[in-house]
Structures are given as structure tokens and as C-alpha cells.
């Protein structure tokens, strides 16, 4: 037991969560490549005529590690934020590993490609996203936001869309002496309330978290992610509380001891030990004393000695 809890308890979280906000820090160059379909690009003026305004932009949209993506769902459309993060200077300030690039072809499918420098943003209708066209996540993730926090208005003034609407998640845990198991730790799925928020880290940054792989598709009411985690280091603020206020998913080891499959050896050597000691026990507490024998009028044999 001793040995089991000092190798560390490593779980499979799988989630399943529809909400109006994802926001991740990507941690893995090209597994966050973005694709676009008639979108709409807002933001610095980078990248020429792929930039003007009206104009309609299908490509990729290549995001490294390092960088911050934003996705909101709008009732008519979603929009996709990029903020790059800089490669590590001579004093290792910045974590990022690349830029930002935008690849696009134009009417003649003449493929062009340019580098964004700053904070940038594209649109696209609805009605021009597939379902086959998810988009990834790859790092720390946070999703949906608590009811109680000020939403920010967008460009246009309307409000921008935030909620988590519903939500749930599994715990898996890995095999002990196996390398490739997995087994269900909690019987039913956890329960995410709607109008929380769920995240990889406590304080926002979301740097150092636990990564998120998945994707996000985009549907009617919200995008749906579908996402794994290889830690059980998730934080719910849930609606209504002060942003200090949060559940901190937790595996007990003894309920990972006896739902481990690859333990039940030693699960079931500890339970028919305990209830050998427990039998043995009620026994001898059964045997009558010496006090039992006086009251009840019983004297000791005579002790019997050579002949």
C-alpha cells in the first residue's frame, strides 16, 4: 500500500461538456491546427489582402506551443482568437516555441502564407461549419464561465455568450501491474452543474496545468468537447461562489486499491484477512474464563501428577 501510494495515483479523466467558451494554452505544435471556411479575420492588419475587411479566408490557421486559443459560440456564428506567445528570449521569459501562421489560398487556390504577429480573431457563420470540421484542443483547458463574473461585451455590444450548459466526467484509472489497463473508478458519471467552470489550474493562467486532448464541435446550442486528461487535477467553480470557492477532483487510494483489477489479489488477501481476524476474535471472546467457570459453579479439574 505504501508503495502503491508513493508511485502516485495516474487517472484517465474523460469529459463530455457543452458550453459557449473554451479557452486553452497549446502545448503541442500541430495538434492545434485551426480550419477555416469562408472566415473573417479581425485583428492587427497582418497578412495583406487576406486581412481586408469583407474578404472571406479558407486555409489553416498553424498555432504553436505557447499560444492562447479562444473559442466563443455565437447563435449565428463562432469566433476563433489567437494570441501568440513568443519563443524564450536570452532570458527565458516567454515559453512559446513559434509563430502564429496563417495559410491561405485565394481564387485561383494559390496557396499564400504569413506570419501573425499579435492578437487576432477570426468569424465564420455556422452554417459554413461541418460537423466533420471539429476544432482541436491540446493543453490546459478551461471551459465555461461561472454565473457571477461580469461577461464582457463584444465589438457589436452584444454579450458575449460564456455559459457551460451542461456537463459530466468519468474517472478511469490506470493498472498497477499493467501498463495498458484501465478500469472505472466511479460508477456514474460526475455531474457538472450548468453555469459553472471547469479548468485545469486555480488561478486562471492555465500555464502548468494538466493538458486537454480532444475536440470541439461545433452544434445547435453550444460546442460539445470531448476531451481526455491524464490527471485528476481538475477545479469546478460552480455558480453563486466567490472565485476562491472550488471542488478539487480527488481519488481516494483506497477505493483505487480495491477498483483496481490488477490489485484484486491483494484486495482479496485483505478482506479474508480481516475477516479471519474477526472470526478468530468473536470465538475467543466466546470461550468462557475462569471467572465464568466460578460463577456457574464449576471448579478446575484436579491437576493430576506422575502415578
Avoid at 95 to 119: K, M, Q, Y
Avoid at 142 to 161: F, R, Y
Amino acid at each position: 500500500m505504501i508503495w502503491v501510494q508513493t508511485r502516485g495515483i495516474k487517472a484517465l479523466v474523460v469529459l463530455d461538456v457543452t458550453a459557449h467558451l473554451v479557452k486553452q494554452a497549446v502545448v503541442r505544435n500541430g495538434a492545434a491546427a485551426i480550419p477555416l471556411n469562408a472566415a473573417r479575420m479581425r485583428g492587427n492588419g497582418a497578412c495583406g489582402e487576406a486581412a481586408r475587411d469583407g474578404d472571406r479566408i479558407t486555409g489553416v490557421l498553424d498555432v504553436p506551443t505557447g499560444s492562447i486559443l479562444v473559442y466563443r459560440w455565437r447563435s449565428d456564428r463562432i469566433s476563433v482568437t489567437v494570441e501568440p506567445k513568443p519563443a524564450a528570449g536570452p532570458t527565458g521569459e516567454a515559453s512559446g516555441t513559434g509563430e502564429v501562421r496563417l495559410i491561405w489560398f485565394d481564387a485561383e487556390r494559390n496557396e499564400h502564407t504569413c506570419v501573425l504577429p499579435a492578437r487576432s480573431a477570426f468569424e465564420m457563420e455556422r452554417s459554413s461549419l461541418s460537423v466533420a470540421q471539429p476544432l482541436p484542443i491540446a493543453g490546459p483547458t478551461e471551459v465555461g464561465l461561472e454565473i457571477g463574473v461580469p461577461i464582457a461585451q463584444s465589438a457589436d455590444g452584444a454579450p458575449q455568450a460564456s455559459l457551460l450548459l451542461r456537463g459530466e466526467v468519468s474517472v478511469f484509472g490506470r493498472a498497477t501491474l499493467s501498463s495498458s489497463a484501465i478500469f472505472p473508478i466511479t460508477g456514474e458519471p460526475i455531474m457538472i452543474p450548468s453555469g459553472s467552470r471547469i479548468t485545469s489550474t486555480v488561478d486562471g493562467s492555465l500555464e502548468g496545468g494538466a493538458p486537454w486532448y480532444g475536440v470541439v464541435f461545433v452544434e445547435d446550442d453550444g460546442f460539445r468537447i470531448s476531451a481526455t486528461t491524464d490527471t485528476s487535477d481538475l477545479y469546478i467553480f460552480r455558480p453563486g461562489q466567490s472565485e476562491r470557492q472550488y471542488e478539487h477532483l480527488e481519488i481516494g487510494l483506497f477505493r483505487w486499491l480495491f477498483s483496481d483489477p490488477s490489485l484484486a489479489w491483494i484486495s482479496t488477501g485483505l478482506l479474508i484477512m480481516v475477516l479471519t481476524i474477526q472470526t478468530v476474535g468473536t470465538g475467543l471472546a466466546l470461550l468462557p474464563t475462569d471467572e465464568d467457570r466460578k460463577r456457574n459453579g464449576c471448579r478446575p479439574g484436579p491437576k493430576r501428577g506422575p502415578s
